[in-house]
């Protein structure tokens, strides 16, 4: 029986910048070593070894020193990929299991797919920096995580297609995707106030409060006031977005009048609450009820179960593989779509304790 050999990394690079040629994604001239590395990611000798072994096959033609190779391969006419950058939340957010499976699923479609070299946090949400970033970027089409709502702005005055990540992007023309929380938000808040609580804090980040709460937020306030309990600064507070700021707000919220709970909006700052809780000899749920509005893998793993607001991603990653083959035929796609977001109650709450 015939063994099949796996391929090097200067054949594998070979084959992906064939498929590439065949599509007319370059033009006439081949990129130069350095740019094809940086997109790459992989060592400029690899991608030279590869790039020569295209001039022996005489797919690429050498047109001197400090010039870029001709392409000369045969074009397959009307193959509508396109050449898409993800403009992630933050460094972390690259490693998310649904931006690993979009990639993933945009790239065996023939969609060539990349993460701009800063992040949204990077960029400090800063428009004027985000329209440099995009200014510079070579894109057909852009994925956009966890945007504010005055970056989505500037990205529907432009004529480069977007779609919308999560983010602020309700009442938008742009496409986008995103779990529908508010339902299973009000059904979290309502459970708390049965088991007694009534200093309920929601930690969210900046994006999420401001210029005004988005739709989760505004159904924690008004969920509260329609239980009797005004809401205000105590409940949805601002803190500065950082790991020593996170902590300073726990500290101030824990110094006086402590929450009996207390609502993350993400995973990570669920495991950075339970540490400080920690530290302190804060038990959970006894002194403290702690939930989360997001989902991790993670959790699965904990006993008691973490309460959490659970979603599904595969429908976002299949939207957007849906508008990715719209865009590319020619096709207007502003369709937003949500995914069912649904409250997970486990053992991090409990009743309030008599002490708080």
């Known amino acids: 029986m015939e063994m099949h050999r796996l391929k090097s990394k200067v054949e594998q690079v070979a084959d992906y910048l064939r498929k590439n040629m065949a599509t007319g994604r370059w033009g006439e001239t081949m990129p130069g070593r350095i740019e094809l590395a940086k997109e790459l990611d992989i060592n400029g000798k690899t991608v030279e070894a590869a790039l020569q072994q295209l001039v022996r096959e005489k797919i690429l033609i050498p047109q001197g020193a400090g010039k ?5 391969i045969s074009k397959a006419p009307g193959h509508p990929f396109l050449r898409v950058a993800v403009l992630n939340y933050e460094p972390e957010t690259r490693g998310e299991n649904y931006i690993i499976d979009m990639v993933h699923q945009l790239a065996e479609t023939g969609h060539t797919v990349f993460s701009t070299g800063k992040t949204l946090m990077e960029l400090g949400f800063n428009v004027r920096r985000v329209a440099k970033l995009v200014g510079e970027t070579r894109a057909d089409a852009w994925i956009i995580v966890g945007a504010s709502r005055e970056v989505l702005e500037w990205f529907v005055e432009q004529s480069i297609p977007a779609f919308a990540v999560f983010g602020r992007r309700r009442g938008l023309t742009i496409a986008g995707a995103g779990p529908a929380k508010p339902t299973a938000m009000k059904e979290l808040v309502r459970r708390l106030v049965e088991l007694g609580h009534r200093r309920i804090v929601l930690l969210a980040r900046a994006e999420r409060r401001l210029p005004k709460p988005g739709a989760t937020e505004r159904t924690f306030l008004n969920t509260l006031e329609s239980h009797g309990i005004q809401p205000n600064s105590y409940h949805l507070p601002a803190w500065t977005e950082s790991p020593e700021g996170f902590q300073k707000c726990l500290e101030e919220l824990f110094r006086v009048t402590p ?9 990570p700052f669920f495991t950075a609450a339970v540490q400080f809780f920690i530290k302190r000899g804060i038990r959970i749920p006894e002194a403290v009820s702690l939930a989360c509005c997001d989902y991790d893998p993670n959790f699965s793993w904990c006993k008691p179960p973490i309460t959490h607001i659970h979603w599904d991603s595969r429908p976002i990653v299949r939207r ?6 719209n865009i590319s035929h020619g096709r207007i796609d502003h369709q ?6 649904q409250f997970i109650e486990g053992g991090t709450i409990g009743p309030v304790s008599r002490r708080g």
């Open 68 to 72: 870029r190779r001709k392409i000369s």
């Open 259 to 267: 929450p009996t709970a207390l609502i993350v909006d993400e995973s």
């Open 320 to 325: 957007i593989m849906n508008w990715a083959s």
């Open 336 to 341: 937003q779509s949500e995914t069912k977001a």
